[in-house]
């Protein structure tokens, strides 16, 4: 049995520092172990009590009669570190600790876990700074949460990982309410040893965990979590995660718009999306969304009917429905004629969704009939049933009629509760029907059945395929790549050195130079201040377009001027470029945290910022993106249109974008760690068949 399995599953457990007084903290582990049914050993260790809750209590460690499986350390900080030492000495398993005084308090406390680590050895250790862990499925309790005080928890499917303590316990209280059945929850808090993925790959092996449940505040290691999420995923076993922290700005000062782009959140965006979790919006879906999966059925399509007694909670359904993508059409004949058959007189609105069948809820068996011709029609993929105040005399039989009919067919059906009654709620998720009081809940959960159902794991490039294509003169050889910020021109020809073509021009000097450059490339060109220092160049007057050979010359003078008094330094470089017109601007971009290194993709030039319509992919650890995730980032944009030939506008050389979006993730995963930024904005996407340029370009390695 490995440590994780005996941490979750212990024969025996050793409380340290538990008191007799059960209404104390310290006293609560104990009381709650017998209360909930432990049926292995309990070692009480406290050298000032010779028995407590009717259990001998032991004076030290060195007393006990056996090692335990699991120790609970209720000791403050600096005595917990000398039990753990001799804890692991004495070959226990692991530990949990639930001191606090830890990294959550400054570098006092990150001494101590260092500390802690190391008296631990090769002992596993929860937390420290955690509430404990539930393993309803099993009867276990190593936690002193108030929510313990409860008699009855529904046991279920979903298995529950969070960061935060407190959370622990308002979820289990909640879904003791709610009528959700959880298998396990486990604070993992401080996370000095084990984390979040150690609990996501063994909660995969669980026989009892169906749904994986997270309260995420950081991913300490990404690699590991994306391994085991992506196992998860593999297993059928959906992760819903809700992550705090969204109103981080995480958009800290940097030279590219990508940097002011992809923020913290957004990369957690990213993360959850290619390893196939499902974000949680609100900390309600973290309930409602696991309850509406652990019900184990698929939404293959989009295709909704609502069924209702009462016609403005169908309408708040609808509505909500519709904002979340989904679709109610109107019945098909046949069902509309099934319907019908269930009703006589005018009462019946059957030929629009939401379908009002009046007296359903006042009659089971016209439900259970409109239900069951709904699950047969070819229309709809999903039922949506609202349970009205009607239901308040009777909640029994309306939930034995929907309950009914489920064996009818693997389609998902979920309830939405009109009226304030929870017990209704609770009664019909406790019946295999997911119910919820709030409309959007019902939009959240079905858009996450959806996802689970949908989601395919993302196709990457393998080492290998990030390869150089054959040098030009054009290009910058990588050897020659200076330290810090690059120019303009020395970024895209790194650029093109992975194949990614840049607009032609011309570097210059003086105005005579401008004036010949602008007509060797066509006489209607762009200036620009050429400076590895200025990398915002129009913030400062160093960029003007459309100009002729004939203004150029003067052009440049006005630009020396106004680029001085803008930075203090007179330029002495400046880029002649060509007129690039007739395409759809875009921006490449990379982004690097914590997480992992990112490729952004969004609508590009000086607006990018304003309207913020990007999208990002995290890398692999070692690779580019495929041309099919390139695809699928082009098409999640909503100027995608603009790029497919929106109200006949001409198609852009899509086929290309999609290679230059290769080409950058390639060469950002060439570089590694030498490149810090690096950014294409604005690139042209030109006509089908035209292929893609260049026109401005940002790189800037490590010094």
Excluded at 86 to 112: F, K, P
Excluded at 343 to 368: E, M, S, Y
Excluded at 587 to 604: E, F, N, Y
Aim: with cysteine; aromatic share 4%; net charge negative.
């Amino acid at each position: 049995m490995d440590a994780i399995t005996r941490l979750l599953k212990p024969r025996s457990v050793a409380v340290i520092g538990a008191s007799a007084d059960i209404t104390k903290t310290a006293g609560r582990p104990v009381a709650y172990l017998l209360k909930h049914g432990f049926s292995g050993k309990i070692f009480p260790v406290n050298p000032k009590a010779s028995e407590i809750c009717g259990l001998p209590c032991y004076a030290d460690l060195g007393s006990l009669p056996e090692v335990p499986d699991v120790a609970m350390v209720l000791l403050g900080a600096e005595r917990a570190q000398q039990a753990v030492r001799e804890l692991a000495q004495l070959g226990c398993s692991a530990a949990i600790v639930l001191a606090s005084g830890y990294t959550e308090v400054g570098e006092d406390g990150a001494r101590r876990q260092r500390e802690l680590i190391e008296a631990a050895g090769s002992m596993r250790i929860l937390g420290p700074n955690t509430i404990g862990l539930v393993n309803i499925t099993d009867g276990v309790v190593l936690s002193p949460s108030g929510a313990l005080e409860m008699d009855h928890f529904p046991a279920g499917t979903v298995g529950v990982v969070s960061q935060s303590g407190g959370i622990l316990g308002a979820l289990l209280s909640r879904a003791a309410a709610r009528g959700v059945g959880l298998s396990k929850l486990i604070s993992t808090s401080n996370e000095v040893d084990l984390e979040l993925a150690d609990f996501i790959d063994w909660l995969v092996d669980d026989p009892a965990t169906q749904v994986i449940a997270l309260y995420v505040e950081t991913v300490r290691d990404a690699g590991r979590f994306r391994t085991a999420a992506l196992r998860a995923a593999s297993a059928g076993k959906p992760i819903v995660a809700f992550k705090i922290g969204r109103s981080e700005a995480g958009a800290k000062a940097a030279v590219s718009h990508t940097g002011a782009l992809a923020g913290a959140d957004r990369m957690y965006d990213a993360l959850f999306r290619q390893v196939g979790v499902i974000r949680a919006e609100r900390f309600d879906d973290l309930l409602d969304i696991p309850a509406a999966l652990a019900a184990g059925r698929k939404l293959k399509g989009k295709r909704v009917a609502i069924l209702t007694s009462t016609g403005g909670a169908g309408t708040l359904v609808s509505d909500e429905l519709g904002m979340a993508g989904f679709d109610t059409p109107v019945p098909d004949e046949t069902t509309a004629q099934a319907l019908r058959s269930l009703q006589t007189g005018d009462q019946a609105a059957l030929d629009r969704n939401p379908i009002d069948v009046t007296l359903a809820g006042l009659k089971p068996d016209l439900l259970r009939g409109a239900i069951s011709a709904l699950l047969r029609s070819p229309t709809y993929d999903a039922l949506v049933v609202i349970v009205g105040s009607s239901a308040l005399a009777m909640p029994e039989l309306m939930a034995n009629a929907i309950q009914s009919c489920l064996s009818e067919s693997d389609k998902p059906i979920i309830a939405y509760v009109s009226p304030h009654a929870p017990h209704i709620a609770a009664l019909l998720t406790h019946r295999g029907v997911p119910a919820f009081s709030a409309p959007e809940s019902c939009a959240s959960a079905l858009g996450a059945m959806f996802h689970a159902g949908d989601w395919t794991a993302p196709d990457f490039l393998p080492p290998a395929a990030a390869t150089l294509p054959p040098p030009t003169a054009a290009t910058l050889p990588l050897h020659e790549i200076p330290k810090g910020s690059l120019d303009e021109e020395q970024a895209k020809r790194l650029f093109a050195a992975f194949g990614i073509p840049g607009a032609r021009e011309i570097v210059v000097s003086t105005p005579d130079d401008a004036a010949s450059a602008a007509r060797e490339l066509g006489d209607r060109v762009v200036l620009k201040v050429l400076s590895s220092e200025i990398l915002h160049k129009s913030d400062v007057g160093g960029v003007a377009v459309g100009l002729s050979s004939a203004e150029i010359g003067q052009r440049l003078v006005d630009m020396q001027s106004a680029v001085r008094a803008g930075t203090g330094s007179m330029p002495t470089r400046f880029l002649v470029q060509e007129m690039v017109t007739g395409g759809t601007e875009v921006m490449i971009g990379m982004h690097r945290d914590a997480l992992g290194t990112a490729i952004l993709l969004g609508m590009g030039g000086v607006t990018a910022e304003l309207f913020q319509d990007t999208t990002m992919r995290l890398l692999p650890p070692a690779g580019g993106l495929s041309k099919a995730e390139a695809l699928s980032m082009a098409r999640e944009l909503k100027t995608w249109p603009l790029l497919d030939g929106y109200r006949g506008r001409v198609p852009s050389d899509v086929d290309a974008l999609v290679r230059a979006i290769v080409a950058f993730s390639q060469m950002v995963a060439k570089l590694g760690d030498r490149l810090l930024e690096a950014e294409i904005n604005p690139l042209f996407v030109l006509p089908k068949g035209e292929g893609v340029r260049a026109a401005d370009a940002i790189a800037v390695f490590a010094e």
